[in-house]
């Protein structure tokens, strides 16, 4: 069985191996080593990366033997090996998965919630905690003191009980295991059974700094970084400000009064900007009444959308019960309305001949629209529609 270094020493990153087993498996190759200090994916914690004789890792896994396999691309020309691992990925899955340790301890101290889940993801670390009742007090109050934790530079233990020995010790809970127990200790805070690679004390954790909290059904996730990650977190958020600040032209506490005034004076303009909207299409219905000929309106627009089509169309409807057929250029859509009191089906009438122009859309009896892919389509349909529609009489 492969030695496991990575239990040795957490920090150890070249080491020289012996291949013991090589076999090749869907054109890729796969190296058991006679001692390893690559991490494989498992409980929660991401797998680690790294080269073996300088050939890039892709995957490591356990097989049924408890073997560590190492997935490669090519073969090694030797069966003495050179493996590097990748730190900076290795050292921030410690200090996450410490500060993971710590965070549901102090969940656990201040409020007896107990952690039921823990995800390490790329950017943000997770745990779900038993309590449904979570507020921002307590957010504050459980980073004081986890923070507290690592300010005091506690002394973390990892070593291997036996199922008896592991009776008289007040762990966290319970592991599934009944062979190679393995115990991380965080000194005068809590005994955790866990396979994953964890920092020597909690000031190499740096800081834990919650980001958010959301309500699950029947627990609670905290979202949190730690270390290098909390770091690069509060630089971007610093350099976010600062640009805020200097765009703005106030100092960072004044951004939020600044924005808050910006909505304020955004509100003000749209209700400006809605009245006059208003009068234009009161303008424009009076102008398409005024232009109206005998049987009903029909108009081909630029720039209209289809949603102010259709205020207009409501406006026009208020003063003038005939039919109407409005085109748009810009969004390549037609409109047919009118007030119920005309003959003409809209929807039925669509079904009917949008197909020949490759047009697709419906409605119902008094109002429908359609869209066309091409403008040769779209023009011919309206010139068909005005053509078939002139001749209707209400």
Same mark, same amino acid.
């Given at each position: 069985?492969?030695?496991?270094?990575?239990?040795?020493?957490?920090?150890?990153?070249?080491?020289?191996?012996?291949?013991?087993?090589? *076999?090749?498996?869907?054109? *890729?190759?796969?190296?058991?080593?006679?001692?390893?200090?690559?991490?494989?994916? #498992?409980? #929660?914690?991401?797998?680690?990366?790294?080269?073996?004789?300088?050939?890039?890792?892709?995957?490591?896994?356990?097989?049924?033997?408890?073997?560590?396999?190492?997935?490669?691309?090519?073969?090694?020309?030797?069966?003495?090996?050179?493996?590097?691992?990748?730190?900076?990925?290795?050292?921030?899955?410690?200090?996450?998965?410490?500060?993971?340790?710590?965070?549901?301890?102090?969940?656990?101290?201040?409020?007896?919630?107990?952690?039921?889940?823990?995800?390490?993801?790329?950017?943000?670390?997770?745990?779900?905690?038993?309590?449904?009742?979570?507020?921002?007090?307590?957010?504050?109050?459980? &980073?004081?003191?986890?923070?507290?934790?690592?300010?005091?530079?506690?002394?973390?233990?990892?070593?291997?009980?036996?199922?008896? $020995?592991?009776?008289?010790?007040?762990?966290?809970?319970?592991?599934?295991?009944?062979?190679?127990? $393995?115990?991380? &200790?965080?000194?005068?805070?809590?005994?955790?059974?866990?396979?994953?690679?964890?920092?020597?004390?909690?000031?190499? +954790?740096?800081?834990?700094? +919650? +980001?958010?909290?959301?309500?699950?059904?029947?627990s609670t996730r905290l979202y949190?970084?730690?270390?290098?990650?909390?770091?690069?977190? *509060?630089?971007?958020?610093?350099?976010?400000?600062?640009?805020?600040?200097?765009?703005?032209?106030?100092?960072?506490?004044d951004i939020l009064n600044r924005?808050?005034?910006?909505?304020?004076?955004?509100?003000?303009?749209?209700?400006?900007?809605?009245?006059?909207?208003?009068?234009?299409?009161?303008?424009?219905?009076?102008?398409?009444?005024?232009?109206?000929?005998?049987?009903?309106?029909?108009?081909?627009?630029?720039?209209?959308?289809?949603?102010?089509?259709?205020?207009?169309?409501?406006? +026009?409807?208020?003063?003038?019960?005939?039919?109407?057929?409005?085109?748009?250029?810009?969004?390549?859509?037609?409109?047919?309305?009118?007030?119920?009191?005309?003959?003409?089906?809209?929807?039925?009438?669509?079904?009917?001949?949008?197909?020949?122009? /490759?047009?697709?859309?419906?409605?119902?009896?008094?109002?429908?629209?359609?869209?066309?892919?091409?403008?040769?389509?779209?023009?011919?349909?309206?010139?068909?529609?005005? /053509?078939?529609?002139? /001749?209707?009489?209400?």
């Amino acid at each position: 069985m492969t030695k496991k270094l990575y239990y040795v020493s957490s920090k150890l990153t070249e080491w020289d191996a012996k291949i013991l087993e090589i *076999f090749e498996e869907k054109g *890729f190759y796969y190296i058991l080593l006679d001692e390893t200090a690559f991490y494989p994916e #498992g409980g #929660g914690q991401p797998r680690d990366t790294g080269s073996i004789d300088g050939i890039p890792i892709l995957d490591i896994s356990i097989n049924e033997n408890e073997d560590i396999l190492h997935k490669l691309e090519s073969k090694p020309s030797s069966h003495f090996v050179h493996c590097v691992l990748d730190w900076e990925r290795r050292f921030d899955h410690m200090q996450q998965h410490s500060g993971q340790h710590l965070l549901s301890a102090a969940c656990r101290e201040l409020f007896h919630a107990r952690t039921v889940s823990f995800h390490l993801g790329q950017d943000l670390v997770s745990i779900d905690i038993s309590t449904t009742s979570w507020t921002d007090e307590q957010t504050l109050e459980t &980073e004081r003191l986890v923070n507290q934790y690592i300010y005091e530079n506690r002394k973390l233990h990892t070593y291997f009980v036996t199922r008896d $020995r592991l009776q008289s010790i007040p762990v966290v809970k319970m592991p599934t295991v009944t062979e190679d127990i $393995r115990i991380v &200790e965080i000194e005068g805070i809590e005994y955790n059974p866990c396979g994953g690679t964890h920092v020597e004390q909690t000031g190499e +954790i740096g800081i834990i700094k +919650i +980001i958010k909290t959301e309500k699950q059904k029947e627990s609670t996730r905290l979202y949190f970084k730690c270390g290098f990650r909390a770091l690069h977190d *509060f630089t971007d958020s610093l350099n976010l400000l600062s640009k805020l600040s200097l765009k703005f032209n106030t100092g960072r506490v004044d951004i939020l009064n600044r924005v808050e005034k910006l909505e304020t004076d955004h509100d003000k303009l749209k209700l400006a900007y809605e009245k006059l909207k208003l009068k234009q299409v009161e303008f424009l219905a009076e102008s398409l009444l005024t232009e109206k000929e005998d049987g009903f309106i029909h108009h081909v627009f630029e720039d209209q959308t289809l949603k102010e089509m259709q205020l207009l169309s409501s406006t +026009i409807h208020q003063k003038e019960r005939s039919p109407i057929l409005f085109m748009s250029v810009k969004e390549q859509k037609v409109l047919l309305a009118h007030d119920g009191s005309h003959s003409i089906h809209c929807g039925e009438f669509f079904k009917k001949w949008l197909p020949t122009y /490759n047009g697709k859309g419906g409605g119902n009896a008094k109002s429908a629209q359609a869209g066309f892919t091409s403008q040769d389509d779209l023009m011919e349909f309206y010139s068909f529609a005005v /053509n078939k529609l002139d /001749n209707v009489q209400e």
